[in-house]
């Protein structure tokens, strides 16, 4: 067991500063009052804040700074089926306490948190991260201190942590079958990709151009790459007003989104004239960007709130009893939700909380849950067998799903791109 | 000798502050704290590297930079690509395109080591270019601007402006830098595990020695005649360049110094937190570092190393407490530290504090020497 078993320090460092500089340690005597709080939990043998009442998890997302507003569905949609799993009695007989973190949007108060969850308060599992770069800056962390991570967000693929479950889609099941759609649906021969530049854009747009180029036989007319956070798009719509591609096909994230519907809207290029295809806009983003700006346009999700099934409405009607009716319910947001359910399945089928036997049970590729996108099958690889959806945008921000794929297995390491 | 030491250690009463700190970092923050808050410490003095840099460039040199992240992140940026090397071995890379490159080049599709990663295989080129290469872009900024007489406002407003422009670069270079994501997933230096409980102790004592070091090296070159050039031209620039000094050459020289200070905190960072990011070299992250300063005391070497340890432990304390709230804490604690003592923790000290520890250390002496005068009797 790599974990320490914790030593209560025995002064405590703000007294300490408060001790040394009685007038310079007003301020850190006082963060210090509202910390003592925090000590005091109880372990049980496994090192492992477990008592036979209560389990420990954490909840690390960024509550404050950029990601805040994409983050906030992930971390209601965790606590809703955390208070959900308490209500039907917990896991393995005991309630479920949540220790919530702020990451902050920074990578480096990422790894500090996710430490502190780790090696302080000793969680059994953690629900969390939103971007790849946080994800990345907790992985040595949380796998030295053995840890277990559920991350919701679709995402690049390339990776396969023994201590990460990534409930979100790989980018081989976003990208092919929409593909696959899109060609046959539209006959489309040329495409336009564009993205934000950082890994995840890159990565899909790598796997999309070998996918058109050699299976679909179509062309790619151009690919190109917005720094984060630009909002000026005005050139590449030139561009594209000049190619005149069959598909647009799009990765823009964050804030860049909102410039790149608008000005698309603004040069006259709209969901009844073209063809455009996105991958970063979930019913969060419509709210940002606005449904007019989208309407017509087709996104590639495997959940959107609009899903038709009794399951669905169920789970819409109680995230809306408890975050309020405005809350638009996003990919991710479903797919954080299912966290700690397959959390749970894998604690039961592992009749044990400790970490090791619990990846072997999420290994086993016997978990499954009932989630609201459909039954979800947790795969040895440690992703979701899930399927894909493709969404038309309606003006209330809201997606008619126009095309559900059949289930499509997890592939984070793909052979030949 | 004695006297350089003496000079060193900041004289009588910089000598206590430097041994009450050095007993703080070196000796009660290791016994009193698990190695989970003392690593965290350890974080904290990496960004008190960049307040005393900037106690330096700002205190004493009367310019404002808003851009140490960019020195910081130098440091970080060039101990990290050598660990990434170390990490990216023929054996771990295997299932890589490339294999034998670091795992973000093969996602980017770059196919070989980029021509300035090459020297980064060698640890004594690393330690060298650690100092050297914030060394260099410092002096090219500052010469640039100094010798044209830029400064004040201007000059804080172009640092801040590089910071922006650096951050944009590595997001946007991310096959040679890893982007967004930074460099992440380091392991080994020279092969030693530096995630090993040992290592982080051992890492932790060095970079409070270090810490310790550059605060005495600062102390040097404070009471020196340069020092008290640096004093005379914070104050009136033009009477000193009347006086016959080419003023530029001892800004540049300032800024250089804060810069490498800067930069060795930035590769301390790197190796006890694990990874690189852009998110701490840019405009907001710089602008911490000057606020950590502020709240020391911006004339006082070790207050700003208290400045930088006060604020991170508010944030780290406040954050864990009220994940969503926090910042409106650190807010209003930032007013407070300002409205009740403009010239920071040190200030305060100065004020109420110093004349009473003078005449203790006074009284002490006396009883001393009074005991001296007994013997001495007592022998004749």
């Not at chain 1, 950029?66 to 569905?73: C, K, V, Y």
């Not at chain 2, 550059?214 to 006086?243: H, P, T």
Request: charge should be positive; charged fraction near 15%; proline fraction near 3%.
């Amino acid at each position: 067991m790599s974990r320490q078993t914790h030593q209560p320090s025995a002064v405590h460092p703000a007294r300490q500063e408060a001790l040394q500089h009685p007038r310079k340690g007003i301020v850190a005597a006082l963060a210090g009052a509202l910390i003592l709080g925090l000590t005091g939990t109880a372990f049980g043998a496994s090192g492992i804040a477990v008592t036979d009442k209560e389990v420990t998890v954490g909840q690390l997302h960024s509550s404050t700074g950029t990601m805040a507003i994409s983050e906030t569905g992930a971390i209601e949609a965790e606590q809703l089926a955390i208070s959900q799993i308490n209500a039907m009695g917990g896991v393995l007989g005991r309630k479920i306490k949540v220790i919530q973190e702020d990451g902050a949007s920074d990578w480096p108060t990422f790894a500090e948190k996710m430490k502190k969850l780790l090696e302080s308060d000793h969680v059994a599992a953690i629900f969390g991260c939103w971007t790849s770069a946080s994800r990345k800056a907790v992985l040595p962390v949380l796998e030295r201190d053995n840890g277990l991570l559920y991350y919701p967000t679709f995402y690049e693929g390339l990776e396969q942590s023994k201590n990460v479950v990534y409930t979100g889609q790989e980018a081989t099941q976003q990208v092919f079958a929409g593909l696959d759609w899109v060609a046959k649906t539209k006959h489309a021969k040329t495409f336009y990709l564009i993205g934000s530049d950082y890994i995840w854009p890159r990565t899909t747009m790598k796997l999309a151009r070998k996918y058109i180029e050699t299976v679909l036989h179509g062309t790619v007319v151009g690919e190109e790459y917005a720094a984060l956070g630009s909002t000026e798009f005005g050139s590449t719509i030139n561009k594209i007003r000049l190619k005149k591609p069959d598909v647009i096909y799009a990765a823009v994230v964050g804030g860049s989104n909102v410039s790149w519907f608008k000005q698309l809207k603004a040069a006259g290029i709209t969901g009844k004239s073209q063809t455009l295809l996105t991958l970063s806009v979930t019913e969060d983003e419509a709210k940002g960007i606005g449904g007019e700006n989208l309407l017509g346009f087709y996104s590639a999700m495997k959940y959107f709130q609009s899903l038709n099934t009794p399951r669905n409405k169920e789970f819409v009607s109680q995230f809306k009893a408890k975050w309020g009716p405005t809350a638009p319910i996003g990919d991710v947001t479903q797919a954080a939700y299912e966290g700690p359910w397959l959390w749970k399945a894998a604690v039961e089928k592992a009749g044990s909380f400790e970490t090791d036997k619990v990846v072997k049970a999420e290994e086993s590729g016997t978990i499954t849950f009932d989630a609201p996108e459909g039954m979800v099958y947790l795969e040895p690889n440690h992703h979701l067998k899930t399927r894909l959806r493709i969404g038309e945008w309606r003006a209330d921000g809201q997606a008619d799903i126009v095309y559900t794929s059949d289930y499509i297995d997890p592939n984070p390491f793909p052979k030949g791109y | 000798m004695n006297a350089l030491l003496n000079r060193a250690l900041g004289e009588r009463n910089g000598a206590i502050g430097l041994a009450v700190l050095a007993v703080i970092i070196l000796l009660i923050m290791p016994l009193a704290l698990d190695i989970f808050r003392l690593n965290l410490v350890g974080k904290y003095l990496t960004y008190a590297f960049a307040a005393v840099g900037l106690v330096m460039v700002w205190g004493y040199g009367g310019i404002l930079s808003l851009g140490q992240g960019v020195f910081f992140g130098f440091g970080g940026y060039c101990m990290a690509m050598f660990l990434k090397l170390e990490a990216s071995d023929l054996t771990s890379t295997a299932h890589q395109t490339t294999p034998g490159i670091p795992d973000f080049m093969d996602w980017n599709q770059v196919t070989q080591l980029p021509m300035i990663w090459q020297p980064f295989h060698s640890f004594a080129f690393t330690v060298f270019a650690i100092i050297a290469v914030p060394l260099l872009i410092s002096y090219v900024i500052s010469a640039a601007m100094f010798k044209r007489r830029v400064g004040g406002v201007y000059f804080s407003i172009i640092t801040q402006a590089i910071a922006a422009i650096l951050t944009i670069l590595v997001v946007g270079q991310q096959g040679l830098t890893g982007g967004i994501n930074g460099i992440t997933d380091l392991k080994t230096l020279n092969g030693w595990n530096i995630n090993t409980d040992s290592a982080k102790y051992l890492l932790y004592f060095i970079n409070g020695a270090l810490l310790l070091g550059v605060i005495m090296v600062c102390n040097l070159v404070l009471s020196s005649k340069l020092g008290r050039l640096l004093l005379a031209l914070r104050d009136k620039e033009d009477r000193v360049r009347f006086s016959g000094y080419d003023v530029a050459n001892f800004k540049i020289f300032t800024f250089c110094m804060g810069a490498v200070i800067s930069a060795i905190g930035g590769a301390m960072f790197t190796l006890q937190v694990g990874f690189m990011s852009p998110s701490i070299i840019g405009i907001v992250p710089s602008i911490e570092m000057v606020i950590f300063a502020a709240i020391g005391g911006r004339m006082s070497l070790v207050g700003a190393v208290y400045g930088t340890l006060i604020v991170n432990y508010g944030k780290t304390a406040f954050s864990e407490s009220f994940p969503s709230l926090w910042l409106l804490f650190m807010g209003a604690m930032f007013i407070g530290v300002v409205m009740v003592f403009p010239n920071g923790l040190a200030g305060l000290y100065q004020s109420h504090l110093n004349d009473r520890v003078t005449r203790l250390l006074n009284r002490i002496k006396k009883v001393k020497s009074s005991d001296q005068l007994k013997v001495v009797k007592a022998e004749s």
